[in-house]
């Protein structure tokens, strides 16, 4: 076999992202065991069984945890995300947020919400969709506004509204902190709100981030970081092929979530 063969059959994993190099390891996706029998050490009908151990072993990563105060940073979170979404129906009450004729807001007007709301770039992205997806913010007569429903959801108790979001962010089809480009456009970027900004699995890896953060020990938290995203990968259906998002939608996810 040619050195340019071995270096198709061992880029081929990892360009389906089924393996990838972490904490000077390769860590091997569960899925990649149906298909590559032999090499994993698993034995068919048709294979002998290997006289030693498997040239690259499976190592189900975990998060790196530290103590945190669960009351306290829970309420602090949940705080800030009702005071984000306050601040954002407070100033799309302006009229001055024109909607793209193609559907979205521009890069530009992103960008002017995330300086008055002190926030970054990527932030103001996933208010912007979480405000969308529980229907508080529409296009209407070429503008971006609050709905009449932003006004009850304002008066609703907070629990209230907090569970709204909790149903609202597993459900998101975007990676909001994520910059992508429009797939109808390669060489710009997705507007944000419109169809070109939808991620395929996004909901997906973002479900997977809150199951592996659900199991993390009482009293116990865990930074966005390598560790988390390779423990949210394992834990994820490979992507598509045809898709090139999904190892840069894990660590997103995280984030966003």
Known sequence: MSAERVAEVLASPEARLLAF??????????????????????????????????????????PKTRPVSEQDTATAAAAAALRWLDKLLEVFAEPSWPALKKGGISVKEVRRL???????????????????????????????????????????????????????????SALPLLSLPDPNRPQ???????????????????????RVLAQLPAGQGTLVDQELAATVYYRSPPPSPRTDTGRRSVTTACSAT
Do not use: C
């Open 21 to 62: 190099a972490h904490g000077g390891q390769v860590l091997i996706h569960p899925s990649a065991t149906s298909l590559f029998y032999a090499v994993l050490g698993r034995r068919t009908h048709r294979d002998p069984k290997p006289t030693g151990p498997a040239p690259l072993m499976m190592v189900a990563p975990v």
């Open 114 to 172: 995330g300086r008055l709301l002190h926030i970054p770039e990527g932030e103001a992205r996933l208010w912007l969709h979480l405000a969308d997806g529980l229907d508080l913010i529409e296009a209407r007569h070429g503008r971006w506004q609050p709905t009449k429903q932003a006004a009850a959801w304002n008066r609703a108790e907070p629990a209230a509204r907090l569970a709204d979001l909790g149903r609202a962010l597993p459900g998101l």
């Open 188 to 210: 710009q970027m997705a507007t944000t709100l419109s169809s070109g900004a939808t991620v395929r699995h996004a909901w997906q890896a973002r479900r997977t981030v809150l």
